[in-house]
């Protein structure tokens, strides 16, 4: 059963676009994966892509996306990252909220240990879609 996350942050240039990323690379088929952003940037922080590139996975070709309501909807699973009140609740789909330091304004080896938490968040993640991801606040109303 392939599952769809979304990963949002404010302006979809860091966190979101990283997480999306590492999700992409290491859930194979296993998942759908997209990005947003509550009030997206014009492009992606050049630090974040070469935070990235050091990992591996190029982001030069991506672009900070808006969140809609079309792409919540169609997501099984919502993970915001620092986008407060903004992110649109469904019924039936599974909210998680990682707590992650904003890369914008930080140096590279700042923007290091951010891409490193998120790749080890993600692998953790990739297990738990296989099981449906129970576990943090679902809305079931």
Known sequence: MTRSVLFVCVHNAGRSQMAAAFLAHLGGDLVEVRSAGSAPADSLNPVVVAAMAEAGIDLTAETPKVLTLDAVEAS????????????????????????????????????????????????????????GVDRGRTNTA
């Open 76 to 131: 099984d699973v919502v993970i915001t990252m620092g986008c407060g009140d903004a992110c649109p609740v469904f019924p039936g789909k599974t909210y998680l909220d990682w707590e992650l330091d904003d890369p914008a304004g930080k140096s590279l080896a700042e923007v290091r240990v951010i891409r490193d938490e998120i790749r080890n968040r993600v692998r953790a993640l990739v297990p738990e879609l296989g099981s």
